[in-house]
T-cell receptor, first 113, second 118 residues
Framework: ETGVTQTPRHLVMGMTNKKSLKCEQH?????MYWYKQSAKKPLELMFV???????ENNSVPSRFSPECPNSSHLFLHLHTLQPEDSALYLC????????????FGSGTRLTVV | AQKITQTQPGMFVQEKEAVTLDCTYD???????LFWYKQPSSGEMIFLIY??????QNATEGRYSLNFQKARKSANLVISASQLGDSAMYFC???????????????FGGGTRVLVKP
């Protein structure tokens, strides 16, 4: 149990589908993050939420839409994705302002067909 | 420009031997943090060790130690007495002083795949 839970673990979706990835943290952290991990590429930061406010959006296409309803939950809404969006999507949380890294979830492996 | 560089895409190590994973970084900040994570085939990222830029001693956590050479901007991970379960991807990361009071932004290197041979 990592303290950060991501669902689903695996997702296959068509390019016209709409789906959502869910992340939940049980650590009392106040910052949450979405990262994308593609094959043979470094982890790419997509979104940062701190105190439930989005503070980072790294030029992510609008077909990815994050939502953070409270400090414990983070969603990534997906629509009209492309095959190149197939990747491992990792959620992480941290305590803001503290010199520690992240606690990661196990990720959602997304395949767009 | 790439801020975190891991020059070893993959390496083999014999069980019970030590292995050093290289990491160099680039920053103009005086205050920063360096991290190593392990990613097994299951996908989750597991925090291993942390080194602050002002820490005078090298960090150690069990079989993991960080060889921090600030002037050379390197933060190599040393795994002693390798075990079969150490086979995984290893990522070096740097925390930037991105937000003063909220959030931490970690930038990751490309990773090194380690395979421990029995």
């Amino acid at each position: 149990e990592t303290g950060v839970t991501q669902t689903p673990r695996h997702l296959v979706m068509g390019m016209t589908n709409k789906k959502s990835l869910k992340c939940e943290q049980h650590l009392g952290h106040n910052a949450m993050y979405w990262y994308k991990q593609s094959a043979k590429k470094p982890l790419e930061l997509m979104f940062v939420y701190s105190l439930e406010e989005r503070v980072e959006n790294n030029s992510v296409p609008s077909r990815f839409s994050p939502e953070c309803p409270n400090s414990s939950h983070l969603f990534l809404h997906l629509h009209t994705l492309q095959p190149e969006d197939s990747a491992l999507y990792l959620c992480a949380s941290s305590q803001a302002g503290v010199n520690y890294g992240y606690t990661f979830g196990s990720g959602t492996r997304l395949t767009v067909v | 420009a790439q801020k975190i560089t891991q020059t070893q895409p993959g390496m083999f190590v014999q069980e019970k031997e030590a292995v050093t994973l290289d990491c160099t970084y680039d920053t103009s900040d005086q205050s920063y943090g360096l991290f190593w994570y392990k990613q097994p085939s299951s996908g989750e990222m597991i925090f291993l060790i942390y080194q602050g830029s002002y820490d005078e001693q090298n960090a150690t956590e069990g079989r993991y130690s960080l060889n921090f050479q600030k002037a050379r901007k390197s933060a190599n991970l040393v795994i002693s007495a390798s075990q079969l379960g150490d086979s995984a991807m290893y990522f070096c990361a740097m925390r930037e002083a991105y937000f003063k009071a909220a959030g931490n932004k970690l930038t990751f290197g490309g990773g090194t795949r380690v395979l421990v041979k029995p």
